[in-house]
């Protein structure tokens, strides 16, 4: 049986979960993923762990935050003046905004609090700061 190496495509079913056992993503749904190993398509942590598995394979992988989307960073999270958003626009606590930065630099954020005169906006990964645990099985080496 060949084992998953650099350059394989290969096939993979998971359950994403966090800590406290939450799922935050599951192949269940959309079925499983192809990728080709050494493609950058993934962690490379993942890729590691998932390098030299053969097809019917499972194994717990665990990721740290560093490993994976990164410690959750201060300088992603802003202020910006209630004023600087169009008058009558509601703005609400756990809204996505695409907000512009100098240099025609687009970044989603997500709105943490909303007072009367500033806006307190996260630009951090949902995951960002987390350790993550894949569940997951090798469906196919090629």
Sequence with gaps: MTRAQTGSS?????????DNGRIFHSTDEQGPQTFTLG????????ELAITGMRTGEVKNIVLSAADAYGPRLAENII???RQSFPAGKEIAAGQKLSIEFKGGITRVMVVTAVGESDVILDGNHPLAGHELTFALRVDKVE
């Design 10 to 18: 290969v096939t993979v079913s998971y359950v994403g979960t966090l």
């Design 39 to 46: 493609a950058g398509q993934l962690f490379p942590a993942l």
């Design 79 to 81: 202020s910006l003046s």
